[in-house]
């Protein structure tokens, strides 16, 4: 039911009016009376929502996003990380969620440089989303302070006992019975527990929070439904003091569930979840170090699709139990916006742009892991550093003819990825149509579809390179940074889409249109058919293939070896399509032509939908307005408008002057669409 309900607030969110106003003021106040050089002072990001809005808690609960902020001018401070007030449960029709209303101040530590005087002018980028119960949006705004050096500045009022992260910490013990959590904090602890008390990170559901039990000298929990695992802790919350003001409760296990010992079955081991990373800064960074903690660092960003991919390590169970038993700082460093700060820091480890993932530890080497991560690698590294022993990265672990066998097989299983799903059951659609079709043709074919998917990964590898030698900050599946290119893969995948379901044709293949005028059976169709694929895989990365790219990408391979690897991935992947084309026995296991091929070209039309969803969402992190995803959104809706006039009025049996016309419609709709939103991309 609350999935149900989530589902419901969320397309109320995508129906609403978009272009709703903003309905929450955002401005940066300062909250110090005197700002002194080499000091600490207070800032704050005032949020002010109209009645009946709110923004979220650092822990949004069942929907929502917390905000953040990226500076652009700091004058040499450094502010520290956002410190939240304690928030409030909402329950829409059982959906929960931890949020703010009206006045919310969140408040952030500023290092004042030793020697600043004057004028200290601040510049920054807050993101936030606001709901109310008729939908959610998301909006953007830059903020600016201008505070002095020194006395006489007008502090704006807040209250110190809202914030948990300024007070003393409250000790409390857990106990773990079955599927139920108790935590009972220390005797004569300050602390209301006939209120609601918030989890930090999700180790409860939202609903347990909801549900929670008290009694006078504890409260009692479901672990049901958990996002996480619960392990043998600490564990935090925040509620109320009971004097109008937060704490934090901070526990841990209780005598008897000893330490090491999971709380709940060997089984269930920690896992990291997204509440557990706090955003990078290198203040917080040498803070964290200084405490003689181990720090691992995941320089991201959204367009960065390997970036996504290296994510699902850190949901491996040995991974999350590892970095959970070690104490892992776990900060992310969102290179979304090309951020200058985090710029500088990539140049000081010789990187032009990420992935770049590192563990870091007092007195010892930084461990500088591949490109492509992979779950021993970053257990191998947390070892290294552990024991202060140099790491060295997978990349250089292995022999040249290693490499070449694992990009190799990576290329062939390429073809399973996500990106590449729709292109197979096209392939098999074409060799099933050839059936019967002389063998040379068949032969023909196959050694043009694969001389298309090898020319275009020497394209991409060489394009690389050149970037690369001219200082570029390039990587594997760089042109999704580029909006334009994504905007044109996006489009593409919605046209191919429509015309798989039947909206309009465009020919027999997956560059139909080629193919047709191709006077030698789709010979051109075959081969454009390799480049598309080529071009789609790029964001996906299989098993193994992702060592292997960091090992042809890293920085100590020769061009030509590096135009060698990208050759060997192309071959692997291509290689399927290859045997089909020379070992006729092997396309005849392949059903013979009929009905079922309408079928299955329909149902290829949903993942190439489902991939353009994917794009879009690309999208909206490469431009600075979020107005014109929007744009693009409703663009193509009209050129899917444009493929349905051309297939409706077009088709063969309508007259010479109603095709002309329709094609003359379906033709401006397409191309005038299309130039818009070039024009107006930022």
Known sequence: MRLLSCFLLCLGGLLADLDAAQRTKVDLVNLSSEIKAGGKSLIAVRFRCDDHFHIYWKNPGDAGQSPSIAWKETAGTKAGPLLYPGPILLDQSGVYNFVHEHETLLLMEL?????ASGELKLKAHVEWLECD????????QDVALTIKVGPGNTPYPHEPKLYPDLRPVVAAAFRVEGEQLTVRPVAGAKV?????WFPERGFLSPGAVFKQKRDAASLAFSLQEAPEKLTDGPVSFVGPDGAGGFVRLLATAATGQGAGAPATSPAAPAVKGTSDWQPWSPEAQAQALAAGKTVYV?????????CQVNKRVYTQPEVAAALAKDGVVLMKADWTRKDEVITAELKRYEREGVPLNVFLRKDTAPAVLSEFLTGDEVLAALAAVRSGRAYQATATQHGYGV??????????????MPCVFPMIGLKVLGFAKEAGAARATVIRHGLLYSVGVVLSFLALAGLILALKAGGGSVGWGFQMQSPGFVLATCVLMVTLGLSLAGVFEIGTGLAGTAANAEGKGGSAGAFFSGVLATAVATPCTAPGLGAALGFALDKQRSPGETLLFFTVIGLGMALPYLLLSAFPRLAALLPRPGEWMETLKQAMAFPLFAYALFLLWVLSALVEEASWVRDASLGLAVIAAACWVWGRWGAPHRTDRERLVGKAIAALLYVGTLGYLYGTLA
Do not use: I, M, Q
């Open 111 to 115: 290092d004042v440089p030793v020697g």
């Open 133 to 140: 119960d008729k939908g959610c949006y998301p909006f953007e």
């Open 192 to 196: 209301d527990l006939s209120k609601t």
């Open 298 to 306: 995941d320089f991201t960003a959204r367009w960065c699709a390997s």
């Open 403 to 416: 490499w070449l066998l694992l990009a190799f097989g990576g290329g062939a299983l390429l073809n399973l």
